[in-house]
């Protein structure tokens, strides 16, 4: 298996230490002994390294229209997200491209995520950069175009801006971290606000989930990992809605 690269508590057991050891391809439990292994993305964080499909130079969004084509409202559709919600975020289209604005605290595009929906590609979404900086995240706010201004408030972590959509519709505001890295400037602006995380990735990336919830503790973030059975823009968005409560009262109580 190679050299530990990072300890994680374990989300398969009640873990009160941390048991589980990440590799580079692979992780272990000392203490229930489950092991399986790792994509290469979901040990990006633990690396450091960015291992996003990058793209340059800027695009030119004014090739784009708000005007939905069929493929990408059925895009769309597929995750249950209603067109005025992918209007509202303001993403635009080509054929069968989508490009999805990534927004920072102040609801500033800092860059754009581009993919191609009739493709099925292993590495979906291509991060587009504005003057040559790629953005670290993308803020997903319930109330359009609303910034990141009061603090102690709840965000719900997730890869995609499309999960963060997905959280939206669940009645909670959520971050983006396009992929399952946090990026220069996500930890400060999370600790800055003094926001409570709720973790909710896809189910395969449960290890990343646990490591990414340990890393926020230990900088004094509050959060809580929602350990769901599908990924997020599968699962009924009612029973996200319940499990999202529960969570920030859990959080709440923990303080
Ligand atoms: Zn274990």
Known sequence: MGTVIAMAHCPFHDDRTPSL???????????CKKTGKL???????????????KATPTLHTTDYSYELTDSVKKFFTDRQIPD??????LIKCKGNVVVLPCYDADMQVTGYQK????????????TVPINNVYPDYSWCPVMTQESLTSANRLVVIVESIVDGL??????????????TSPRGSLIPLLA??????????????????SYLNDKFNAHGINSVVFDSD???YEADIMKVNTTLQGLRKELKDGE
């Open 21 to 31: 050891a990440i590799y580079e391809d692979s992780y272990h439990c000392f203490g």
């Open 39 to 53: 994509e290469p993305w979901m040990t990006e964080l633990i690396s450091g390294v960015d291992v996003r499909d």
């Open 84 to 89: 005025w919600h992918v209007g509202n975020y």
């Open 115 to 126: 993919r191609n929906v009739a493709r099925q590609t292993k590495n979906k979404y291509i």
């Open 166 to 179: 997905f959280v939206n519709l669940a009645g909670f505001d959520a971050i983006a971290l396009l992929g």
């Open 192 to 209: 800055h606000y003094g926001l409570s995380c709720i973790i909710f990735f896809d189910p395969d990336a449960i290890v990343v989930a």
């Open 230 to 232: 599908c990924k997020p």
